[in-house]
């Protein structure tokens, strides 16, 4: 028998050779085990409280076929238990549980270890991904391919209606030109000395996009790097590993079209617009991200980042992130600016009245359906992975629907903002990072729904952090897909006012 402190047997259970220690639970839909990351503190019968202050830790391991007399392990899992006055092995079938009263006692804390040989040596993280359903997951698919495709003809249609039609009539009369099917004439192409226009905080507009693009890096690279099986989901800090190497490596693309739009902006110091690059967006999450780890920490959880993380956290943003973002920027501001097709006149034109279905929100809250019902599925099983503590995920699918969510987000933004433009509204910047970051809104609005609705958590500590939490991650994906909302309607808006005729 090994008696330990609780302090103990949470830093022994938490990892073992990279492996995090889990419970095994079975049921009656699937043959096989799933297993669910750590242990269950106690349990509850009818009126009383019981405390599992015995573990058992049960360790896989296979031989080495490479290296005679080695082992690898494969397995590690954990078997919680309850019994009275520390004792490690049951003395009968029928034994008491150590109970929790209102008194103040002392608990005797116990694990055992066995090892256990297994045959097989497959994957050793794929035990624990609980595979989804295959049906509701293809259909979804199909239905997120079909939608994508739709979207794309769409917009085929529209380069085909404006690029193609204003070369094919470049050499016909003015008078013929003018008039000649007058309804596409009025829109779009009345605007052409306006849709350029410096935006509204435009300054602001600049460190977001930087902000975003090094999100794009991250988001495409996780998603190479999953496919190429570089990580694994299960894996204990892969992911933030990862997520933190790739989002310094998108610092320097960060600085540099910050500050090449910037300078479309005609902005006077791009020094300051890469420290606002730096600092003006993460700052934020930083704050929410303390808040969350404070009230963690008031918990005494495990989940607050402790001082050292937090040292390494503000030495890699100000050391290593806000530099490349300064190299990137000095780049970006020595290269020319990017000339528009048209000029801007100095009085900007008036915008027609608009109607409630062409209104700013309308068009935001419509833009975000898409991409949602795209991704809902996997957003769905993220969420119940969460609270069930089971990581229910298919990688192949997590990279099909990922795609998919990037392609339909700039699909729609590129549809939505030629309508808009349509109805003579040369205000797109801002909208379409807007349009964007719509689908980040419905995800948000979701797992509110869920919280409420489906999981257990009780307190209002608790459902602070959840909040917060659900926040940042959703925060993160909408500058993704703002970001790449705005650079395809950049690039459409480019191409189809570069063949307008403008005498």
């Not at 249609?157 to 013929?176: A, P, Q, R, Y």
């Not at 659900?470 to 925060?475: D, Y």
């Not at 705005?486 to 005498?503: A, L």
Request: glycine share 8%; hydrophobic share 45%.
């Amino acid at each position: 028998m090994l008696v330990g402190s609780p302090q103990f047997l949470a830093l022994f259970f938490r990892e073992l050779d990279g492996l995090p220690g889990a419970t095994v639970s079975y049921t009656n839909e699937a043959p096989e085990h799933n297993y669910r990351i750590g242990f269950p503190l106690g349990f509850r019968k009818g009126d009383r409280t019981f405390i599992n202050n015995h573990v058992t830790f049960q360790i896989l391991y296979t031989t080495d076929k490479d290296q005679p007399g080695k082992y690898d392990i494969v397995g590690f899992e954990v078997y919680p238990d309850s019994i009275t006055e520390g004792e490690c092995l049951k003395k009968s079938v029928e034994y008491e549980y150590q109970q929790v009263t209102g008194r103040r006692a002392q608990v005797s804390f116990t694990y055992s270890v066995r090892w256990k040989q297994v045959k097989e040596n497959n994957l050793r993280w794929e035990a624990y991904l609980t595979k989804p359903n295959p049906d509701r997951h293809f259909s979804a698919l199909v239905n997120g391919i079909v939608i994508v495709l739709i979207v794309s003809a769409l917009i085929g249609l529209i380069l085909l209606k404006t690029i193609h039609k204003d070369t094919s009539n470049g050499g016909e009369d003015k008078d013929v030109k003018a008039y000649d099917d007058i309804d596409e004439f009025v829109g779009w192409k009345l605007i052409n000395r306006d849709v350029f226009r410096r935006p509204i905080y435009g300054g602001l507009l600049t460190p977001v996009m930087g902000t975003g693009i090094q999100l794009l890096v991250v988001a495409v690279g996780l998603i190479v790097c999953l496919q190429l099986d570089w990580y694994h989901p299960a894996q204990p800090g892969s992911l933030t590993r990862w997520f933190t190497f790739l989002f310094t490596l998108g610092s320097i693309p960060a600085g540099y079209w910050s500050a090449k739009v910037y300078k479309v902006f005609r902005g006077k110091s791009w020094m300051l617009n890469s420290l606002l690059t730096s600092f003006v967006v993460p700052s934020i999450f930083v704050i929410i991200l303390f808040i969350t780890s404070t009230l963690n920490w008031s918990l005494q959880s495990s989940l607050a980042i402790s001082f050292f993380g937090w040292t390494s956290l503000v030495s890699i943003w100000l050391f290593i992130l806000a530099p490349l973002t300064l190299i990137g920027a000095y780049f970006g501001e020595k290269t020319e600016r990017i000339e528009h097709p048209s000029r801007t006149t100095q009085i900007p034109r008036m915008i027609p009245k608009k109607r409630w279905y062409q209104a700013d929100v309308a068009r935001v809250l419509l833009g975000g359906i898409v991409p949602f019902a795209v991704v809902f599925l996997n957003w769905h099983e993220f969420l119940n992975s969460a609270a069930k503590g089971e990581l229910v995920l298919s990688i192949n699918y997590t990279i099909w629907a990922s795609s998919l969510l990037l392609i339909a987000t700039a699909e729609m933004t590129v549809v939505l903002i030629f309508l808009q433009l349509c109805n003579e509204d040369y205000h797109w910047w801002w909208q379409s990072m807007l349009i964007g970051a719509s689908p980040a809104f419905y995800m948000f609005v979701y797992g509110i729904f869920y919280y409420l609705r489906k999981t257990s958590i009780q307190g209002l500590v608790g459902g602070i952090i959840y909040v917060a939490n659900l926040l940042i991650g959703c925060g993160l994906i909408g500058l993704c897909t703002g970001t790449l909302g705005f650079g395809s309607s950049y690039i459409i808006i480019r191409k189809i006012y570069s063949t307008v005729k403008v005498d």
